[in-house]
């Protein structure tokens, strides 16, 4: 492929198109590499890039990928050793609401929440999550719901099962900031029929920590509780995601970084081959790879080991786009 193909490539190919046009520039860039011929000069002139829409806040460089079906797409997933759980009766009184604090590595937004809940008895009202700020710090919930989503008690088993609360809005969660899973109930306090919530022992989410509301008094739970739980998005074909190395359907369908910062369902440039600019802190001559930390780069390989490109300078990544073979 000559530089006259890519630069006739930029003129709004279909999505097909460029797809191909990935993959035969990175069967070009093997071929050259393993020839001896230095392949950065060819393609520094040239920049592939296609118009996308966004299916969440992306920003300036971030790594991206199509998502080709519906799906819960995962930000946060903890998992305990689901040796415990804390009921919960609602209303006023004892066990009034549970909490469960996160904090995320990068800014994500998120639609919806995983929780492995049962019931006792037949409670005829229903189970509540909200996602909330937290007060004084973050270190409590402040009570200021920012989304939430209720599942009726008949649609409980009394034993448990993952059940997915897809919230009424999309919460824009900042990097490294203390928010707020809370649990609660619509109708009044019920020691005969009511809710529990699986829980471990085992310190699974070492950003966070679980917590119970007694008589009006949020305190937490011992060290290393945690609730079981899952933040995700509810993701729609065709639009564009940040990839995580640990998620193997995100890494094999990135296509490039996103050139702009966009909010969700905003279209988007995404530059697919070439150097791509605004990088900081880049090692010149070092490979970067996904990480797991969604959207981002580094030096060090993921789970799913996935070659982005190499650094021709300190701001400057020369895109390859190539997954290795996994074992």
Known sequence: MNEDNIAQLSQQPTQQELIASIRALESSFRQHKHQGFDLT???????????????????????????????????????????????????????????????LSVESEISSV???????????????????????????????ELAFATKAGADITTSYVEYTFNLDATVTIPAATLYWVVMDRSGTSDSTNFFTVRRG??????????????????????????????????????????????????????????KDTVTRNSDIKVQLAGVMN????????????????????????GTRVHVMGTATSATQLLITNIPALQS
């Open 41 to 103: 000069q060819k393609l520094a002139v040239t920049e592939l890039t296609g118009i996308f829409n966004a299916g969440e806040k992306l920003l300036t460089n971030d790594a991206v990928f199509i998502e080709d079906a519906a799906s819960f797409l995962s930000i946060l997933d903890v998992n305990s050793n689901g040796l415990g759980d804390e009921d919960l009766y609602g209303g006023s009184g004892s066990k009034e609401k549970l909490g469960q604090s996160f904090k």
């Open 114 to 144: 995983k929780l492995f809940v049962k019931k006792t008895a037949t409670p005829v009202d229903n189970f509540r999550v909200s996602i909330q700020i937290g007060s004084g710090g973050g270190e409590l919930p402040s009570g200021t």
């Open 201 to 258: 022992t085992d310190s699974p989410h070492s950003d966070g920590t679980g917590a119970v509301k007694n008589s009006g008094t949020w305190s937490t739970l011992a060290s290393g509780v945690d609730f079981d739980f899952e933040l995700g998005i509810a993701s729609i074909a065709g639009k564009l995601y940040k990839t995580d190395s640990d998620v193997a359907a995100t890494t094999d369908a990135c296509v490039g970084f996103a």
């Open 278 to 301: 605004g990088f900081t802190s880049l090692t010149t001559g070092s490979v970067y790879y996904l990480n797991a930390a969604r959207g981002s780069i580094g030096t060090s390989a």
